[in-house]
Each structure stands twice: as structure tokens, then as C-alpha cells.
């Protein structure tokens, strides 16, 4: 196959999850063999970082590239959307340090690239072929992602949490084509106990329940729900059962399914296509760079 770019640059605008800033971004048609690139706007010299495993430099609630004096976050969305539409050259203009969250999915995304197309270009793409199998393993002892030889991209994720309301979820998918609507609508998720924890951290200062499933599994006073509320500088919600404070699941495994739509963004930071199958237990951020991060040095020198 062809290497593809978009058929028409496209704009984007929404609240940052984690600096709570309004940002816009411009998505663009790049030439053969550019990869997907970013480009910090707003900044003096409008510095760009590659969307490639090695400049990965933070990975909590968020995959962060950095490289020299230029830095975005919140990438994984995006990037899930570009590499299932097959989008192997573009340029992402963004005038703050992380993409927009929108809703919180990758659908708005699927939406615009529907709308704009892709072109098709000279080059062959350069897919990655995987002849034997990888095992990666995080340094916790719980997350580990394996990689086994097929003729298409595939994956397939399991997650469990402590909780009585979200505990052991599976999501697979065995054709990107099924993406924009199997995929793509499934937004990120946060538990209650999480939120004041996250906001001295300095984030998810954006969040709120337009752009994530928030969790609720404990009981809280409501005393306690105001205070996380004001903290937020969001209504407080009406709460009268343990579960998810916007109920409106798109998936009743939502949650498994964004797991994988966050494994497909980092993954696609190997700057190849792969031909592989993907199975993953308990994935997150970490884990998932960490592998595409090995590839890269040891699979695509």
C-alpha cells in the first residue's frame, strides 16, 4: 500500500484536560516520508517534536512528547485516530502545550478526517512486520503486552480495577476499519477517590463530565462532593448510587475500549504501521510507550 496523508487540513478547538486552556489546533497534509509532526505555535521559534516513541517524557493520566524546548501532551487521541485512518504523514499545529480533549474520545477526531479524506501518495508505507513474538513486561509486575505475528493490525486488551463498579473488562479489535464507530466514541475515565490526588499533581484542571467517565465507587459525603466540585469549579453532581456520575455509557465496556483506543495512539508511536497482533493486560501509558519505545531501538534501526 501507499502512504496517505489528508485530503484537507481541518480545525480543531476545546478545553486542554489537563491546563484547563482553550486551544485550537490545525491538523494539515504533509509530504511523503514526514511522519506525523507536531508544531508549537505559539511559541517564539515554533518548535516541532516528531510523534515518535523516544520523545516521550511523562505518562501520567496523559502520553507527553517533549524534545528540546517544545512539549505537548494529551497526544494519544489524536494519534489513535490518524494511525486507524491510515495517515502516515501530517502536520499538527497546536497553540498550547497539550491537544484539546473534546469529549474525551478520539470521535470527533474520526469525524473531521471522515469529512476531509485521505490522498494517497507515491511512496509504499513502510509497515513493520512482526516475525516472532514480544513480550514486554512493566516494572510492576501487573501490565504486560504482548505481540505475535499476523497478516493485520490487531488488538485485544484486558483490564481490572479494585472497584465494585468497574472491575474486569475486555475489548478487541481485529479490523481498523471498525474503529471510527466500535472505538472511537469510548471516552477516559477517572474514579472519584482520583480527582483531588490529580489536582495537586497540577492536573486535569479541564476535566469535567462533559469530556470523561467519572466513577464513582466509594461513598462520599456530600459535603466532600462539593469540595471536590469547587475544587474543580464544576456543579456539583445529584449522586443517589454508586456507579458512573454521567450513566450514559456508550459501550457497557467503555471503559476496556479506551484502554485500547489509548494502546493504538501510543503504539502508533513507532512511526510505522504494524502487522501484529496486540494483546494486552492491564495497558496504560507507561507500559504502552515503554513498548514502542523498545521497538524502535531494536526493531526499526
Known sequence: MKQRTIGAPFTLQGKGLHTGLHIEMHVKPAAEDTGIVIKRVDLPAQPCVAALAEYVTETTRGTVLRSGDVQVGTVEHGLAALYAAGIDN?????????????????????????KVGVVEQNREKNYLVIDHKIVYEAPNGVSRIEIVPADTFALEVEIEFDSSVLGRQVASIDNLATFADEVAPCRTFVFVRELEPLLKMNLIRGGDLTNALVIYDKPVAHEELQRLSDLLGQPCPQVDALGYLNADLRFENEPARHKLLDLIGDLSL???????????????????????????????K
Do not use: W
Not at 512511526?271 to 504502552?288: Q, T
Open 90 to 114: 501530517c502536520l499538527i499545529e497546536v497553540n498550547a502545550p497539550e491537544f484539546p480533549i473534546l469529549d474525551g474520545s478520539a470521535k470527533i477526531y474520526m469525524e473531521q478526517l471522515a
Open 270 to 300: 513507532v512511526g510505522r504501521p504494524i502487522l501484529g497482533k496486540v494483546v494486552a493486560y492491564h495497558p496504560g501509558h507507561s507500559v504502552n510507550t515503554a513498548l514502542s519505545k523498545h521497538i524502535r531501538q531494536t526493531l526499526c
